[in-house]
């Protein structure tokens, strides 16, 4: 189970940094276009509520899956 955590954690980190690369490449804000839109709203913006949205995504399972933490003590009062 902890090998699969571990793996995890790891997906978690690297579809972090490439969400954060896209972020900054010509797919979000496109070269040479002016105003590129869908639906009236400018696509960076909904590129942006996209990111977001996957990334709290992340976060969520990486905080499920991070391997420095334990089921079995999630229950216990530390003193």
């Given at each position: 189970m902890k090998e699969q955590q571990s793996l995890y954690w790891t997906l978690c980190i690297i579809g972090t940094v490439v969400l954060s690369i896209f972020t900054f490449t010509p797919l979000v804000i496109?070269?040479?276009?002016?105003?590129?839109?869908?639906?009236?709203?400018?696509?960076?913006?909904?590129?942006?509520?996209?990111?977001?949205?996957l990334l709290v995504v992340l976060t969520y399972i990486g905080t499920r899956v991070y391997p420095g933490s334990d089921d079995e003590e999630e229950g216990e009062v530390t003193q």
């Open positions: 496109p070269v040479g276009t002016y105003r590129p839109s869908i639906g009236g709203v400018p696509r960076p913006l909904w590129a942006g509520i996209l990111v977001y949205v």
